[in-house]
């Protein structure tokens, strides 16, 4: 296995996730909030995408399938395109009201531009510097490291959530 192979399977499993949390549920219980004040199934799995698509989109030097493939404008949501849900108060996670086609559309859409980008890297580029905001600066295979474990927390998160709800 090389690299890219599995970068590939773990960006899998958390698409296995995601789908297993959100398949089937309406609206409702996809915004539904543990004791009124957690995150939503609908809210994480946003977020979760959000993340991936932001910082892959950067590392990859390509727009974000968020604001290229008009999935702000679909989902209708009330905050800037540049917004992943970092630091979101009670109110912001409690207007991400979307449908389980709305969610996994665009999960879908980010994973496979994802999948895109990961078959074409090599041991050699996980080494390049993607951000030289932090000390040390950020390597790409910190990045997609990082991006892995933000997103199967929260796809577990999700899933958790849907057990409580069931």
Known sequence: MNTS???????????????????????????????????????????????????????????????????????????DPADTGYGHGAAQVAAVQLSAEQLTGYYDAVHERTLDYLKGLSDHDLDRIVDKRWKPPVTLGVRLVSVLSDDLQHAGQAAYVRGLLS
């Open 5 to 79: 192979e599995l970068l590939l399977d773990a960006f899998g499993r958390i698409r296995e996730i995601v789908h297993e949390a959100v398949d089937g549920l309406d609206e409702k219980t996809l915004g539904a909030r543990p004791d009124d004040t957690g995150n939503s199934i609908a809210w994480l799995t946003w977020h979760l995408t959000r993340i991936q698509d932001d910082h892959l989109a950067d590392a990859g030097g390509y727009e974000q399938i968020y604001t290229a493939k008009g999935w702000h404008e679909r989902l209708g949501l009330p905050f």
